[in-house]
C-alpha cells in the first residue's frame, strides 16, 4: 500500500532534513579538522639549505624537522563523525558518501594528533598509500615518466627568463601573476607568501600561499596559475554555491580527485611535458619509498638512482618526509596526484558529464554521478 501523499510529502521533509543535519555536522568537523592539519616543518626552509649544502658536499645528512605545539580534534567532533562512519543503515547513496567521508575524517584526524611522531607513516600509507590495481599503475607511470626524462626540472623548463617567485615588483612574478589573475575573476581569495613552502603555491580556504624566493621560469608560473586557480581556487568558490555543504568539505577521496582533476587541466594545457611528469614521477617514487620506511638518506639515494641531481633529489625528498621524524617517515600525499589523475583521466573519458561536478567542489569520481544533481552553476565569478 501506498503512503498517503501527505505522508509521503512528510517523509521527504524528515528525509531532506536529516540529510541536512548529516551535511552540516560533516562540513563543521572537516572544517575543523583542516585547521588542525599539519606537517609543514616550522624549520623547513633552514633545514632545506643545511641538508642541501651537505648533499652537494657528499656529506649524506637527514633533516631534523621541528613541528608547532600541537592541538588536538575536538571530542564532540569525534563523535558525531564515528556515529555518522559506524551506521549500520543506509538510505541511499548520498548517506555511503557521508559515511565514507565520516571515516576518512576520523584517519585525517589520527594523522593530525600523530605529526611528528613514529606513528605517523602507518596511518599516512593507509590514507595515502592504497594499495590495488590502480596505485599499481600509478607506480607504473612514475617510472614511465621518469624514464622520458629524469632530470626534473619543471620550475626551469622553457629556457625563457628566470623569476623570483615572491617579487612583487615584477608583474611576471608567481606572486603578481596569481594576484592579476584572482582579481580578473573577483575572487575572495588572497595570496600569501610563505616562508618554508616546499611547492610553489598551495591553496586553502580562501588563501593561495606562494613559496618566497624560487627562481622559476614563465612557463612554470604559467602552469601554476592554471592548477591552483582552475584547479583548486575556482571548484572551492563555486562549492560555497551548491546545496550540499560536502562540496566544499570534501567527499572521500575528493581532495585526490581534485589533484588529479588539476593534472588533467595541466595536460590539456600543454603543460604535463616532460619535466613536469619527470617531477612527479620522482614525488611519487619518493613517498612511496617513505612509506615503506626507507630512511632519508636511502630516499634521497633512490630519487638520485633516477637522475636527480642532489639538490632535486633534497628537496623533493623533504617534500614527502614532512610530518616525519628522525629522519624517518613523513606524510608522502605525493603518491595521489597520478592516481588522482588516472582515475579522472579515465572516469571522463568513460562520461564526460562527471566534469561538473568535479568542477564544482572536492568531489571523487566515485561520487561524482550521485552529486551531479547538486552541483551548482558556475559562480558569477568564475
Known amino acids: 500500500m501506498r503512503p498517503s501523499p501527505s505522508v509521503a ?32 616543518p616550522t624549520n623547513f626552509s633552514s633545514e632545506l639549505e643545511r641538508v642541501t649544502r651537505a648533499w652537494l658536499a657528499s656529506d649524506r645528512v637527514a633533516p631534523v624537522f ?18 555518522i562512519a559506524c551506521a549500520t543503515t543506509s538510505e541511499g547513496e548520498l548517506d555511503e558518501i557521508y559515511r565514507a567521508r565520516a571515516e576518512e575524517l576520523l584517519l585525517e584526524a589520527r594523522i593530525a ?24 599503475n600509478a607506480d607504473d607511470l612514475a617510472l614511465a615518466w621518469i624514464g622520458t626524462g629524469g632530470r626534473p626540472s619543471a620550475e626551469r623548463s622553457s629556457g625563457g627568463e628566470v623569476r623570483r617567485s615572491c617579487d612583487t615588483n615584477d608583474p611576471l612574478s608567481l606572486v603578481s601573476r596569481l594576484r592579476a589573475e584572482i582579481g ?31 627562481l622559476i621560469d614563465d612557463r612554470a608560473t604559467e602552469r601554476t596559475v592554471l592548477h591552483e586557480i582552475e584547479g583548486h581556487v575556482l571548484p572551492e568558490d563555486r562549492s560555497s554555491y551548491a546545496s550540499l555543504k560536502i562540496f566544499g568539505a ?40 617513505f612509506h615503506e620506511g626507507a630512511p632519508f638518506v636511502d630516499a634521497c639515494e633512490i630519487l638520485v638512482g633516477h637522475g636527480a641531481g642532489a639538490r632535486d633529489a633534497v628537496r623533493i625528498a623533504m617534500r614527502a618526509h614532512r610530518g616525519g621524524v628522525e629522519g624517518r617517515g613523513g606524510l608522502g600525499r ?5 592516481v588522482g589523475y588516472l582515475r579522472v583521466r579515465d572516469a571522463l573519458a568513460k562520461d564526460s558529464s562527471l566534469e561538473s561536478a568535479l568542477r564544482a567542489g572536492r568531489v571523487s569520481c566515485a561520487a561524482a554521478p550521485s552529486l551531479l544533481p547538486f552541483a551548482s552553476a558556475p559562480s558569477p565569478s568564475a
Open 334 to 338: 605525493e603518491r595521489v596526484y597520478l
Open 113 to 136: 594528533d600523530a605529526v611528528g611522531t613514529r606513528e605517523l607513516t602507518t596511518l599516512a600509507r593507509e590514507r595515502y598509500g592504497a594499495e590495488d590495481d590502480l596505485a599499481r
Open 9 to 40: 510529502r512528510r517523509e521527504m521533509r524528515d528525509g531532506a532534513s536529516r540529510l541536512s543535519r548529516i551535511d552540516h555536522r560533516v562540513s563543521r568537523a572537516a572544517l575543523h579538522i583542516a585547521r588542525l592539519a599539519r606537517g609543514a
Open 66 to 83: 621541528e613541528y608547532p605545539p600541537l592541538g588536538h580534534v575536538d571530542p564532540d567532533h569525534l563523535r558525531t563523525l564515528d556515529k
Open 250 to 289: 570534501a567527499t572521500a577521496r575528493g581532495s585526490d580527485d581534485q589533484e588529479g582533476y588539476a593534472l588533467v587541466l595541466e595536460e590539456r594545457n600543454g603543460f604535463l611535458d616532460e619535466g613536469r611528469r619527470g617531477e612527479l614521477g620522482l614525488r611519487h617514487v619518493a613517498a612511496r619509498a
Open 184 to 214: 580578473k575573476r573577483k575572487l575572495a581569495v588572497r595570496v600569501t607568501v610563505k616562508r618554508g613552502l616546499s611547492p610553489l603555491a598551495a591553496s586553502g580556504k580562501g588563501v593561495v600561499f606562494i613559496c618566497e624566493g624560487r
